[in-house]
């Protein structure tokens, strides 16, 4: 059976992109006739376009592992900086801390947010990567519920109530962006 090699230190990340891939609950590392296996890896992150930068990463990590790869770009813009801090937002999280992210719009009425997922697949070695992406729209709130996974405590998807953090974990991998670019991966990678 193929195997793809899954670009993530972050084991909360890894059981929820496995939790959604997974097609039964016996093959929790298998989509289709692939099994999924994951390694971190320290890859150079360029400046530019969230495209540019999975493109980058796909391909970096494909040259590394020597063969099939997925690797993940995460965003969260905000509708009043024009989708900044996008990309780079693990940075802004990191030197800010979520309550400083939320503290960047106290001054602007329009709180609204993207978040968005672009999974990169390269086959191998100089193949050509494949994007998917997922977004999903919502709002920037005050921190609720637990902050061990990023940006999930500030982040409260459009018709609910509570944020990513609050949320169930089946709901929430039922409808967040990282959910809609896994879906359109998922497809592809079972029609292979």
Known sequence: MPQITFVT???NKLKEVLA???TSEEALTQVGN???TNQAIDLDEVQGTIDEVTIHKAKSAAEIIGGPVLVEDTCLGFTAFNDLPGP???WFVKSL???GIVDMLYKFEDKGARAITTIGYCEGPGQEVKLFQGITEGKIVSSRGPTNFGWDSIFEPNGYDQTYAEMDKLVKNGLSHRYKALAK???YLLSQ
């Open 9 to 11: 230190g972050n084991a």
């Open 20 to 22: 959604i891939l997974s």
């Open 34 to 36: 692939f099994s999924i």
């Open 88 to 90: 780079y937002i693990k």
């Open 97 to 99: 801390g979520l309550a």
């Open 185 to 187: 991966l998922k497809e």
